[in-house]
T-cell receptor, first 113, second 115 residues
Framework: AQSVAQPEDQVNVAEGNPLTVKCTYS??????LFWYVQYPNRGLQFLLK??????LVKGSYGFEAEFNKSQTSFHLKKPSALVSDSALYFC???????????FGKGTMLLVSP | ETGVTQTPRHLVMGMTNKKSLKCEQH?????MYWYKQSAKKPLELMFV???????ENNSVPSRFSPECPNSSHLFLHLHTLQPEDSALYLC??????????????FGPGTRLTVL
């Protein structure tokens, strides 16, 4: 079985500071990892994904994530947070075409001015 | 989000009503999905369609009935729902259902309230 853990329900950061939203996964096989963001009353918006290759993946709006196979982690990062980054962030994993995309429970990011 | 549209955006229905949710994707994808998002719970996959054929049905109650007339349109027919079915229903699409690395693109969702 595959699973995703987002250990923090909420992350608070001041505008201009770096932010990290944590994600760890558990799978049998090679993972395909995704990050999505959800603004209030909106659907999920794709940010970035790791398929293979370079462990550092760059995505939309200045976000990036680092795949760490030994720690089974895929933390989302941004060097300088904006108030407009405040939203709900989801990490998701899939192993193969025969498995479904499994989501974490989400982490609320609050960026204060 | 404009690649996947959903209507209506909000729906209030009684337990004896019959209603339908509609999803349309403008991305040329072959796979479409229905998810349920409830408060404090991870997203739950309900149904997966690949080229109009249902390939996944995650033990969803029969009061939810999907329909996929073509690869661009997906419906979720609702009847005799329960209050616990109140949630945000999200539609998504991807190029192929069986390709694990394909990104799923989501619509804005339908906020359903069952009274």
């Amino acid at each position: 079985a595959q699973s995703v853990a987002q250990p923090e329900d909420q992350v608070n950061v001041a505008e201009g500071n770096p932010l990290t939203v944590k994600c760890t996964y558990s799978v049998s096989g090679n993972p395909y990892l995704f990050w999505y963001v959800q603004y209030p009353n909106r659907g999920l918006q794709f940010l970035l994904k790791y398929i293979t290759g370079d462990n550092l993946v760059k995505g939309s709006y200045g976000f990036e994530a680092e795949f760490n196979k030994s720690q089974t982690s895929f933390h989302l990062k941004k060097p300088s947070a904006l108030v407009s980054d405040s939203a709900l962030y989801f990490c998701a994993v899939r192993v193969s075409g025969y498995s479904t995309l499994t989501f974490g429970k989400g982490t609320m990011l609050l960026v204060s001015p | 989000e404009t690649g996947v549209t959903q209507t209506p955006r909000h729906l209030v229905m009684g337990m004896t009503n019959k209603k339908s949710l509609k999803c349309e994707q403008h991305l040329g994808h072959n796979a479409m999905y229905w998810y349920k998002q409830s408060a404090k719970k991870p997203l739950e996959l309900m149904f997966v369609y690949s080229l109009e054929e249902r390939v996944e049905n995650n033990s969803v109650p029969s009061r939810f009935s999907p329909e996929c007339p073509n690869s661009s349109h997906l419906f979720l027919h609702l009847h005799t729902l329960q209050p616990e079915d109140s949630a945000l229903y999200l539609c998504a699409s991807s190029q192929e259902a069986a390709r694990a690395g394909d990104t799923q693109y989501f619509g804005p969702g339908t906020r359903l309230t069952v009274l």
